[in-house]
Each structure stands twice: as C-alpha cells, then as structure tokens.
C-alpha cells in the first residue's frame, strides 16, 4: 500500500508557484525555498547510489588488464570488454527513457539497481573458470547485463531528480554528473585495495553488496513517480546550432581519455614494479584534483560564463597530461613513475576544466537560439551529454587497446594529445566565428531571444 507522503508534492509551494503571476514568479525567485526532509533524502540516497553505481564500472581498472591477459585475452579484447559496457547504455538509454512514464522511474531505479548489483556479484566468480574463450565469452555477458541495468538506473535517477526538485533541476543534473564523476575516479582505489585483500572476487563482492544494500534503502526513500510532463525537447533542433558540435566533440573526448588509461595504464606500469594498490592511488589521485577542483570550474561556468576559454584551457593540459604519461616520444625523455604521477594531477585539473563547463555552454547555446529554457531543454541536453559521454567511454578502451597493440602505448597516447589540441582548435575556431567573424551560422545579438 503507497503511504500518503509518496504522492504528496515534495516542494510544499510547488503547486501554488505555477500560477503565480510573473512579478511574483521574479519576486519569489529571491527567496530561496528550503529543501525538505525528504527532498534531501532523496538527494543523498541518489548521489550515493550513482556514486557506487560509476564505482562498479570502473572498478576493474587497476586489475583486471593483468588477471584477463593471465586468462588468454589479447588486449584488444580487454579493451572491448571495458568498452561494451558504455556501448550498450549508449544504444538503451534512449529506448528506457520512452518507456520509463509507462513503468515509473521508482521501479526502473530499482530493478535496474537490482540487475547492475547481481551482475557485478557474479562477474567476481568468472575467476573460477578456466583460461581461454569461456572467460572472455562470460566477461561480454555479464558487461552487457550489467550496463542495460546500469542504464536503466541512470535513465531512472534523471527523471526521478527532475520530479524531486521542480525548481533546481539544472543545479541538481550537474550534482548527479559529480556524483557519477566521483564515482569512476574512486572505483579503481576501491578495487585495488579489495584485490590486494582478497584477490579477484574481493572487489566484486564487495561493490555488489553494498549495491544490493541500496535497494532497500531507496525502496523506503525515493518517492514513487507523479505525473509525467509530455512536453518533449528537440533533439534535431539542438543538433542544428553549429557551436553545439564541438562541444559534443569535447564532452567525448574527456572519458575517451580516461577509458584508454583504465584498458591499457596497468599494463604500461608493469615496467615499474607497481603494485595494484599503487595503481588504484593514482587514479583516486586523479579524482581526488577532479572533485577538489570541480566546485571552482562549476562557479565560473555557471556564474562567470567563461566556458569556452575552461573548455580550451582544460584541454591543452590534457594534452600535456597524454605526452607526459608515456611519455611520448616526440618529447625526447626517458620514462619515469615521477613523470606519470605529475601527468595524473595535470589530468585531473585538465578533466574538470575541460568537462564541467560543457553542458552550461550547450544550454547558453540553446538559448541564443531560441530554445526555451524549460525541462524539456534541460533533459534533451541531458540525454545529449550522456549520450555522448557513453560514446566516449566505448570508443577510449576499444580503440585504445587496439592502437597500443598496433603502436605502443607512447606513441598511443601522442595521438590522444593531437586529439586534444584539435578539440582546443575547434572550440576556439567557434568561439571566434560566434563573437567576431559574424559567421551566418549564429544569429546576431539582437535576434537572440528566450522563449517564455
């Protein structure tokens, strides 16, 4: 039986505010409405659930490249292996975002949770099999299971967010991306530590118990899904403003970046003695710069609205971060664990730079154009950056470990700098065709409107 609460509204003026009058819409818009009880349940339990949900996928990063290769996989497999979780949700996410007002965004939470934590329970016991194409055959299974699980909650938590904060759902998108954010940077520490305790099952184990502990947990706490709006955004529409395209471009490049190092780094640090712990440190060092740093980039996003020169400045330090790590080649020096610690913190500053100001900067875009600044804007620029941000977690590991295959890790990571710095010339090429060169491809500033 649904307790009342569940179908009560969880902004308590949220009713009466859409049919305030516009003066008073600008005059409430100064007082800040405190958040309830259950509003910050709500936050909580879905930023530590997509928290651990990111921590699962990446929890193989600092181990399982060396375990699968003692396995008989070659390391273009590994790289798919890692790649074909972000593929799939790349494909579904769209087909659960139509179905989800027919099944509710509680129950797709739930079962989706449900079906990620069971799969990551029993890819821990793919340790027991015996090398050769059975692993790796079971290793594409549960990645597929896992992410069409993994998609239907992160499908879920979107609508669910959206629902519980009617008038911040701008602010809290971006809270959900840090969480998920936090999540992939901390997952491989986490599975280092549990693999130096207990080896390979360990980490699994762990990860999908404490998921499968989240479900009772947001059974109790999230509220059950009201009325669905039936506005829709326009995709076709969004696509069609110029200066979006290399925004995208950007916003795949970043965990294109960080898909390649959890495929192909513990291979590359084998010629240094580290250990996996070590391993799973410098990327919690990563994460550790990306979360410190991320309240900073999200302020001048946001207030400043300095996001292409963030985008430009964020990737030229990635590109530094790629020819360090190896280090390339063309740089002439030899190759040090010091030059890969330094490289890591470069990235992690570079990271959120270049990333956080993305989806301000395709919504600063879409309101020059016209496009009305409404939830159906903010959730169609929404599955926009998912979307992309899943192609570029396929395309890092999958072509990553093919190119260090063919070329070698250096001079791999030579053509992710030269990625990099064309981002950086793409960006900036649009930024002065839209502010000087009166490109017909941009409305000039007296025809940029918003639509009420």
Known sequence: MTSNHENEPLLGNQTNNRNLTDDTKKHSKKKRVPFTKRQILTFFSLGFTSTIQASSFAILTPFFPVEAAKKGATQSEIGFIFGIYSLVQFVVSPVFGKILPRVGGKFMFISGLWVSAGCNVLFGTLDLLQPGQQFVIYCFVLRIV???GSAACSTASFALITNSFPNNIAQMIAWMETFGGIGVMIGPFI???FYQIGGFMTPFFFLGGVCLACVPLN????????????EMGSLRKLLRIPSVWPICIAIMMVPAGLGFYDAT??????????TPLTTGLMFLLTGGIYALFSPLWGYLADKKKYTRLMIEMGFILMAASYLLVGPSPLLHIKSSLENVWFSLVVLGIGLGNGLVPTFQDIMISARKRGLPDTMATHSVTSGLFQSMFNLGNFLGPSIGGIMVQAIGFEWSV?????????????????????????????????DLHVQS
């Open 219 to 230: 059974i109790l706490v999230l509220p059950s899904q009201r009325e669905v709006s039936r």
């Open 265 to 274: 780094i513990a291979l590359h640090l084998q010629q240094f003695n580290v």
């Open 191 to 193: 599975g280092a530590v």
């Open 414 to 446: 030579t053509v992710l700098a030269a990625f990099a710095i064309l981002v950086t010339i793409l960006v900036l090429i649009t930024d002065m065709c839209e502010k000087r060169c009166g490109c017909p491809w941009f409305p000039a500033s007296g």
């Open 146 to 148: 896992g992410a069409l």
